[in-house]
């Protein structure tokens, strides 16, 4: 399977505030990532799909504008919350798809918290 | 809409009692279904994708069945390291590679 790095593993701003999250496909390249977001029991969600060479493809119900998404290199994918608020704080983990099968392998996480 | 629903929300197990966890879904087709586990602050980890009904997966103490309404995790003799969420998701034959989320069933195991 793949492996997923993500970067920072925990953060904290104030709210109106942006913050950026990493996602770094190790072990081979990635044309396609995703973001998803996870809310205390609640399930996974995706946010968006973030595609190198093209704009992401967000789900129903997610601001584009205020989760910008670039997908820079075959191995990086970065999520940007911007002005963000005490409603963000959340679990906010990215995935890369195996190769040449349907499964996705997850980062670690990253621990969003807005004050 | 695609729907995952798992069952028991939670569990507690003796070590060594053995037992299963559902997962029942809903979805116009089935590319696959996945099994994931899920420690405190981490992201899932993959353990099994099932593809048609009648396919079984095992690895180690899990065995992961598959029916064309639901998947069931069977845990045979159970260790407290296998004490986690264990999420389940489907997904649609549709162009998007999307993975919809049961909200899992978290397990505990007592020695």
């Known amino acids: 399977g793949a492996v997923v790095s993500q970067h920072p593993s925990r953060v904290i701003c104030k709210s109106g505030t942006s913050v950026k999250i990493e996602c770094r496909s190790l072990d081979f390249q990635a044309t396609t990532m995703f973001w998803y977001r996870q809310f205390p029991k609640k399930s996974l969600m995706l946010m968006a799909t973030?595609?190198?060479?093209?704009?992401?493809?967000?789900e129903q119900g997610v601001e584009k504008d205020k989760f910008l998404i670039n997908h820079a290199s075959l191995t990086l994918s970065t999520l940007t919350v911007t002005s963000a608020h005490p409603e963000d704080s959340s679990f906010y983990i990215c995935?890369?798809?195996?190769?040449?099968?349907?499964?996705?392998?997850f980062g670690p996480g990253t621990r969003l918290t807005v004050t | 809409e695609d729907q995952v629903t798992q069952s028991p929300e939670a569990l507690r197990l003796q070590e060594g009692e053995s037992s299963s966890l559902n997962c029942s879904y809903t979805?116009?087709?089935?590319?696959?279904l996945f099994w994931y586990r899920q420690d405190p602050g981490k992201g899932p980890e993959f353990l099994f994708t099932l593809y048609s009904a009648g396919e079984e997966k095992e690895k180690e103490r899990l065995k992961a069945t598959l029916t064309k309404k639901e998947s069931f995790l069977h845990i045979t003799a159970p260790k407290p390291e296998d004490s986690a969420t264990y999420l389940c998701?489907?997904?649609?034959?549709?162009?998007?590679?999307?993975?919809?989320f049961g909200k899992g069933t978290k397990l505990t195991v007592n020695p």
């Open positions: 995935s890369v798809p195996g190769q040449g099968t349907y499964e996705q392998y």
């Open positions: 973030s595609n190198e060479g093209s704009k992401a493809t967000y």
């Open positions: 979805v116009s087709g089935l590319r696959g």
């Open positions: 998701a489907v997904q649609d034959q549709g162009g998007s590679e999307k993975l919809v």
